[in-house]
């Protein structure tokens, strides 16, 4: 059976596919930065693929943020759950496929969700990030990150309206004019997404498209290490320097509060265990405080 249900995500490909998708078969034209490359990328908070190439992005960002923007869209992963296909009928199928998943990319996710409080949809909270963007693009994506943080390590459904507030809140967010929008403008904005992914012929999810200031498109489909981006960078603009930063866990927690394992092994050059061991000692330090999941942990600084 060929798997077509764009919550199953086949691991080895890294992709979140949705069925019967058309690839385009002319470029479409994108929004370039002012920055030499704009990077659009199209996503969804509960696309488990996409939260397993945080790592590889949040590096981009700290090598490359100089010479990119990254533009994200909602893909709209789950309308709803009106099919039956690639083996999932409902919402109980995927929690032992984000299990394993989890454990393929070595990041922390509960699929226990799905058990215990399921989504209806991706799209209210994909709408909700629509929201968080009319009022503050570097907060909105405080805000995508929280949520993801809630479905796949807190077990929460960010389809309900206490977690998209309280995530508004804890990303600076006015979360009264967030709901105002959510029921306005920001539906527009996703339709928007919806209708540029259509003409991208986007089939799943991440979908990564790169380009220059003249229109030449790199595309990275599904997940690729982290050469993939920067190979796709530097074909398009050679001149792109790589930055160098400080390694140090201050640093990287003072940039990013909160942090996989396999997030500050990326970001660290340590190894996995190594990490891991570093993170621990911090903990006992009373530097960070930890949230242990049945397939990882979610690291956080403590503020003073």
């Known amino acids: 059976m060929v798997n077509n249900n764009p919550l ?3 691991p080895e490909t890294g992709i979140c596919e949705l069925p019967a998708q058309q690839t385009a078969t002319a470029p479409v034209s994108v929004r370039v930065d002012k920055k030499p490359l ?16 945080e790592p590889q992005l949040r590096k ?13 869209h909602m893909g709209g992963l789950l309308p709803d759950w009106s099919y039956n296909s690639g083996g999932i009928s409902k ?6 496929h984000w299990d394993e998943v989890s454990r393929y990319y070595q990041m922390p ?5 799905w058990l215990e409080d399921p989504l209806h949809s991706s799209y209210p909270p994909s709408i909700a990030f ?3 963007q009319l009022q503050d693009e570097k907060k909105a994506l405080v805000f995508l990150r929280i949520i993801r943080e809630m479905v796949f390590l807190e077990k929460k459904n960010i389809t309900k309206w206490e977690h998209l507030s309280k995530a508004a809140i804890d990303a600076g967010l006015d979360a009264v004019k967030l709901k105002q929008d959510y029921e306005g ?27 220059d200031m003249t229109g030449n498109r790199e595309f990275i489909y599904g997940f690729k290490p982290y050469a993939a981006y920067e190979t796709g960078i530097t074909k398009l603009y050679p001149k792109a320097g790589k930055r160098p930063y400080d390694t140090s866990w201050q640093y990287l927690f003072n940039t990013y509060p909160t942090l996989t394992t396999r997030e500050f092994a990326e970001l660290s050059g340590l190894s996995f265990q190594e990490a891991d061991q570093q993170l621990l000692r911090l903990v006992h330090q009373q530097m960070l405080t930890s949230l242990v999941t049945k397939n990882g942990v979610l690291w956080k600084r403590i503020t003073r």
């Open 185 to 211: 403008p920001a539906q527009e904005r996703f339709r928007a997404d919806l209708e540029l992914a259509r003409k991208l012929g986007v089939r799943g999810f991440p979908s990564v498209y790169i380009t």
């Open 130 to 132: 629509k929201a968080a």
């Open 38 to 53: 704009t990077i659009t990328y199209f996503t969804d908070p509960i696309c488990s693929t996409c939260w397993g190439i």
């Open 91 to 96: 919402p109980s199928d995927v929690a032992h």
């Open 60 to 72: 981009l960002k700290l090598e490359y943020g100089d010479g990119i923007h990254i533009d994200y």
């Open 109 to 113: 996710i509960d699929g226990d969700v």
């Open 8 to 10: 199953l995500c086949d």
